[in-house]
């Protein structure tokens, strides 16, 4: 079973920062492409910033310089640190993987539940 895990969730002052983690487990992480998405209400889910297996990063414009993805192989975690935050990074902040399942080896797309952000000005 694939589990993606996001904490890190909070209410902040704009112009504070925050960190989120996602823990996966169930897919052969360092393989694996992973990314962050948002979603605010009312909106579709956007891409914020994602990460290959060999680092390549990409960053939505609306967050570039302020927001840096990056992952930890041994931990089995990617991070989004966001500082600089304001009103409209509010949303429910999504974890992605494409990666290929443990065992099965099947390469398919995981989501995790969502962790809350809100900025509030």
């Known amino acids: 079973q694939v589990q993606l895990v996001e904490s890190g969730g909070d209410m902040v002052q704009a112009g504070g920062s925050l960190r989120l983690s996602c823990a996966a487990s169930g897919i052969i992480f360092g393989t694996s492409d992973m990314g962050w998405y948002r979603q605010a209400p009312g909106k579709q889910r956007e891409l914020v910033a994602n990460i290959s297996s060999s680092y390549r990063r990409y960053y939505a414009d609306s967050v570039k310089g302020r927001f840096t993805i990056f992952r930890d192989n041994a931990k089995n975690t990617v991070y989004l640190q966001m500082n600089s935050l304001k009103p409209e990074d509010t949303a429910v902040y999504y974890c992605?993987?494409?990666?290929?399942?443990?065992?099965?080896?099947?390469?398919?797309?995981?989501w995790g539940q969502g962790t809350q952000v809100t900025v509030s000005s």
């Open positions: 992605n993987a494409d990666g290929v399942r443990q065992w099965v080896g099947t390469r398919d797309t995981y």
